[in-house]
């Protein structure tokens, strides 16, 4: 299935633009990680959101995601990984999933992680973003988990299911951690290797592995779209939520400061508006 809109992100720009592309009577698809690694879903009480007050950010969202399934949003739960356009359409990883679109909204909040240090030189060469991905690649061998994401422990369980031999590495031990998986306590990591991974060094410890998997809970807008136009490490866009790429939109605290929950869902009803006034302009020509 091609759906006219992906967002991605389920945060509230995100399920606002999707809310607002089924108004305008447009398939939508929300792909999203765990909603722990989101910030609302992290905050006690909202005062700050007109009409409804004393909140928790948690209620908050789930009456924005409950809102977004009556309206027939669907959801796909999975980091988006790369984007490519081909021929009018946008093909989307997630996951292990593949999810295709004729627009785009990016709704990621903010995502300015830095890459550890070896992470770039080694992709596609012992460095991975997906465990349901690439898990099978390292079966009976040696591999680290980064974990940087709240579903980063379910990965790396899947993982030693599949046979690994995993070492989990993170500033503190998830307790939903596989006991039998070793952990390595560390802020930081180096990926190692000439040509391809060997190690990767844990605050300074070093661990031999074949792999390493870098489990974050959200792949930065320019690494999706490396196109895509920043300003001030922010994504680039005008008044109609519009970014550089035709058909690709952008809301919420991608986009810049205030970061706050009012601003986001306002941006998010403009660049679902805007991305199906695309869309509508794209069928007009098509019949013309």
């Known amino acids: 299935m091609i759906y006219d809109i992906a967002v991605i992100g389920g945060g509230p720009a995100g399920l606002s633009a999707a809310v607002q592309a089924r108004q305008r009577n447009r398939t939508a698809v929300v792909i999203s990680g765990d909603d722990r690694d989101g910030p609302l879903s992290k905050t006690e009480q909202v005062d700050n959101y007109l009409g409804i007050h ?3 950010g948690p209620e908050l969202l789930k009456r924005f995601k409950d809102h977004a399934e009556t309206m027939g949003v669907e959801r796909v739960t999975g980091r988006a990984l790369n984007i490519m356009s081909l021929s009018g359409t946008f093909y989307i990883s997630a996951g292990s999933e593949l999810v295709q679109a004729r627009a785009v909204v990016l709704a990621p909040g903010v995502v300015r992680r830095a890459k550890f240090p070896g992470e770039a030189e080694h992709m596609g060469a012992g460095v991975s973003y997906c465990a349901t991905c690439d898990g099978m690649l390292y079966r009976g061998r040696d591999v680290v ?3 940087r994401s709240a579903e980063a422990p379910e990965e790396a369980n899947y993982l030693h299911g599949l046979g690994c031999r995993v070492t989990y590495t993170a500033p503190v031990r998830p307790e939903e951690l596989n006991p039998e998986i070793p952990f390595v306590k560390a802020a930081k990591i180096e990926v190692c290797g ?12 070093e661990i031999p592995c074949d792999g390493v998997f870098i489990l974050r809970s959200a792949v930065a807008p320019n690494d999706l779209l490396p196109a895509l136009e ?3 490490g922010y994504i680039g866009v005008d008044r109609d939520m519009a970014t550089n790429i035709p058909g690709v939109f952008a809301a919420g605290d991608c986009t810049g400061q205030p970061l706050q929950i009012s ?7 403009v660049a679902g508006h805007r991305a199906a006034e695309y869309l509508d302009r794209l069928d007009r020509e098509q019949k013309a």
């Open 54 to 56: 004393g909140v928790t």
């Open 145 to 147: 988990v980064a974990g």
């Open 194 to 205: 000439d040509g391809k991974v060997t190690s990767v060094k844990a605050d300074g410890r």
């Open 230 to 232: 920043l300003k001030d």
């Open 263 to 269: 601003k986001a869902v306002g941006e998010g009803q």
